[in-house]
Antibody
Framework: EVQLVESGGGLVQPGRSLRLSCTTSGFTFGDYAMSWVRQAPGKGLEWVGFIRSKVYGETTEYAASVKGRFTISRDESKSIAYLQMNSLKTEDTAVYYC??????????????WGQGTMVTVSS | DVVMTQSPLSLPVTLGQPASFSCRSSQSLVHSDGNTYLNWFQQRPGQSPRRLIYKVSNRDSGVPDRFSGSGSGTDFTLKISRVEAEDVGVYYCMQGTHWVTFGQGTRLEIK
């Protein structure tokens, strides 16, 4: 069974950092790009960014709202994707989901989602 | 950036009746490879999003056939032929042709 499990969320003060993990199983991690999508309380879905697979150089792309503050990485040996969040702002408060897709433009884009992990940025 | 506009924002429907969701993009979603990467997601209360439809009209495995997607270019529609109680939630369209953008969502409720 394909599974994505996010972890690492919690309460953090503005300006501090937090790292989220997305632990995967049930598929060949190396074949897929991994994306992060967030949802502020009571709001819609916002794409945060993604990291391409190794064959595409593990390069990353980010939404303008997080560019320069957030970094996505991956560990092929552990089949885990990470979201490093620095200089957190109150507006980063959201449930953070990880999801997969071979690319952003493919038949399997965002076909599987994790359960999400809540990040609250507050003093 | 491609803007995705969904309407209506709220959709009250009687059980057993059809429902229709509209999604419009600010530019064509036809990719250079000839495909149109327009997906539909369902998010039930308290749950993660679930993909229903990919590339405009392809149903995901396990999705009931009362769900169907159609459209082209910049105008897309998700239809439910007969609404059931389990269909309550928010429906989002998403384009993957030009990076990723989600619509603001349409909330389906039972009248």
């Amino acid at each position: 069974e394909v599974q994505l499990v996010e972890s690492g969320g919690g309460l953090v003060q503005p300006g501090r950092s937090l790292r989220l993990s997305c632990t995967t199983s049930g598929f060949t991690f190396g074949d897929y790009a991994m994306s992060w999508v967030r949802q502020a309380p009571g709001k819609g879905l916002e794409w945060v960014g993604f990291i391409r697979s190794k064959v595409y150089g593990e390069t990353t792309e980010y939404a303008a709202s997080v560019k320069g503050r957030f970094t996505i990485s991956r560990d092929e040996s552990k089949s885990i994707a990470y979201l490093q969040m620095n200089s957190l702002k109150t507006e980063d408060t959201a449930v953070y989901y990880c999801t997969r897709g071979r690319t952003l433009a493919s038949s399997d884009t965002f076909d599987i989602w994790g359960q999400g992990t809540m990040v609250t940025v507050s003093s | 950036d491609v803007v995705m506009t969904q309407s209506p924002l709220s959709l009250p429907v009687t059980l057993g009746q059809p429902a229709s969701f509209s999604c419009r993009s600010s530019q064509s979603l036809v990719h250079s490879d000839g495909n149109t990467y327009l997906n539909w997601f369902q998010q039930r209360p308290g749950q993660s999003p679930r993909r229903l439809i990919y590339k405009v009209s392809n149903r995901d495995s396990g999705v009931p056939d009362r769900f169907s997607g159609s459209g082209s270019g910049t105008d897309f529609t998700l239809k439910i032929s007969r609404v059931e109680a389990e269909d309550v939630g928010v429906y989002y369209c998403m384009q993957g042709t030009h990076w990723v953008t989600f619509g603001q969502g349409t909330r389906l409720e039972i009248k």
